[in-house]
């Protein structure tokens, strides 16, 4: 039994975790070859880079939107304490995203990201999801939910729906010309929150 | 129109680095694979090039620039042609169904002598050129590329453009067997571009048949596509099929698509962002941090005059 309980405590982490291993490894290759396109990060690592971080970050958020649908649905309670982990994974490669975008294609510069922001709207939408990603990151300790009180904690934490609009917004903002792909996970989204204005399941969220 | 220029960039038969030369930097590496001393992961890619097929296409180097080529590998592997698919990838990945032989290029519209043209033909029309040009995305990233070609002004004075016309319009093939990506509706199809007839007069504006050398790849638009170095890289249309003379601003496959965000003139500015990013940096493949886009790309000296008076925040 001490495997299942490793499992019930890292799988998670781990599932979740690989793409940005994935990353880390393909940029160890795409470094010590000096050939960052057979490393699979294409002739630009850092676009590609940024985009598959923003990717996972959107795919973590519609992955802590389907645990309670599907927990409900299924009866699989034991479903219900991924939600949270999937929920930092989230934060993590949002952050990241954040990261890598201000400080390689922004050099750093808070001017020019504020003059971003102001300027583009995609921009302002990917910033937003973030900031609405920030207060549910903090408040996810156990001592965040006692000192909120559950109810409040819960209010607080509908701030993914609106993040998960952003971020599919977002998406679709950035690309060029008509892509399906944004619109896949932005339809997701929408089934997922959807989903949620049936009563049955509204109850118990 | 026909005038001659002599840039500060021109160059003599002496100035050219012999194809054998450059072209040997993949015996080098294909030897320190051999010895071991290159990690086998390298593999892959390095037999992409090395087993390139490609036929030689002989020409003399009439412009240089003093700037790191993009490799071989990232010009033939970091593409951006739709026709078969949007990632940057898929074009070296699925253009081998591009069929370049039969391959003819209409010329007429406003012309005098109207014609059609086989590939085969078109290459031994003129004399072959090596011209290194930067290319800039309009999407934020830039290669240095050394392409073989000839000036469109001398294909466009062979059909001897009529009094009336004031634009060049061009078309690249349609035929969604060979271009998958034209399944999607992506884009309207076929791409179509455009330039002002003195653009596509200007002694830069490069009709190009090959890269590094050699024959086009498929993914860089084989069989014939158009350079125009000063403009953002889409303006440059590949796999070209037609080519029509007209007295009007022709449609042109961007700004049919988002109006707002791709204008016909399409010039290289660092001062106009692209409504969703600034144009002021590009990162140049190979670079690690971005460095500052030129204005027409660096080619002011010889192309600004081709706008001067003209609001450039209006006709972006």
Request: aromatic share 10%; hydrophobic share 45%; glycine share 8%.
């Amino acid at each position: 039994m001490r495997t299942d309980g490793f499992l019930r405590r890292w799988g998670v982490h781990i599932v979740m975790g690989l793409p940005l291993l994935w990353l880390v490894g393909q940029w160890g290759m795409g470094i010590t070859t000096g050939d960052p396109r057979a490393a699979g990060l294409s002739a630009e690592p850092i676009a590609y880079s940024i985009n598959t971080l923003g990717l996972w970050a959107l795919r973590a958020l519609l992955l802590t939107l389907a645990v309670t649908p599907l927990r409900l649905r299924t009866r699989w309670s034991w479903l219900a304490p991924l939600r949270r982990p999937i929920g930092l994974w989230c934060f993590a490669y949002a952050s990241l995203h954040l990261t890598v975008y201000f400080g390689l294609n922004l050099l750093g510069s808070f001017e020019e990201l504020v003059q971003e922001i102001a300027k583009r709207p995609f921009i302002l939408f990917g910033m937003a999801g973030w900031v609405l990603l920030l207060p549910l990151a903090l408040s996810s300790t156990r001592a965040a939910i006692r000192r909120l009180g559950a109810k409040r904690w819960q209010m607080l934490h509908r701030l993914v729906y609106a993040a998960a609009v952003v971020a599919a917004v977002h998406f679709i903002l950035r690309v060029k010309g008509f892509q399906i792909e944004p619109w896949i996970h932005a339809g997701i989204a929408a089934m997922l929150l959807l989903m949620r204005l049936r009563p049955g399941l509204r109850r118990n969220t | 129109m026909l005038l001659r220029f002599r840039s500060p960039h021109d160059l003599t038969e002496t100035d050219a680095t012999p194809e054998a030369l450059y072209m040997d930097r993949r015996g080098v590496v294909a030897g320190m694979l051999a010895a071991g001393l290159l990690p086998q992961m390298a593999q892959p890619a390095l037999a992409a090039v090395v087993s390139s097929t490609l036929p030689p296409l002989p020409a003399r180097r009439t412009r240089a620039l003093n700037e790191e080529w993009t490799s071989f590998d990232s010009v033939t592997h970091y593409n951006n042609f739709y026709e078969f698919g949007t990632g940057k990838e898929d074009p070296a990945r699925r253009a081998g169904s591009l069929r370049t032989r039969p391959w003819t290029v209409k010329i007429d519209g406003l012309v005098a002598k109207p014609q059609t043209i086989d590939i085969d033909r078109l290459i031994r029309l003129f004399p072959l050129e090596e011209r290194i040009y930067r290319l800039r995305c309009v999407e934020g990233w830039s290669m240095v590329i050394p392409w073989t070609g000839f000036p469109l002004a001398k294909l466009l004075s062979m059909v001897e453009p009529l009094g009336s016309a004031k634009f060049v319009a061009f078309e690249t093939l349609r035929d969604p067997r060979q271009m998958p990506g034209q399944r999607s509706p992506v884009l309207q199809w076929p791409y179509v571009e455009g330039l002002r007839l003195d653009e596509a007069m200007h002694p830069l504006t490069l009709m190009a048949l090959g890269l590094y050398g050699r024959v086009l790849p498929n993914q860089n638009g084989a069989p014939v596509r158009l350079v125009v170095p000063w403009k953002y890289g889409f303006k440059s249309i590949k796999s070209i099929v037609r080519i029509r003379l007209v007295d009007r601003q022709p449609p042109t496959s961007w700004n049919l698509s988002a109006p707002n965000e791709y204008g016909f003139y399409s010039n290289v500015n660092p001062e106009v962002d692209h409504p969703r990013w600034s144009q002021a940096r590009e990162r140049r493949i190979g670079d690690w941090l971005p460095r500052k886009t030129l204005p027409y790309n660096g080619y002011g000296e010889e192309v600004a005059s081709l706008y001067k008076g003209m609001n450039l925040r209006r006709y972006f």
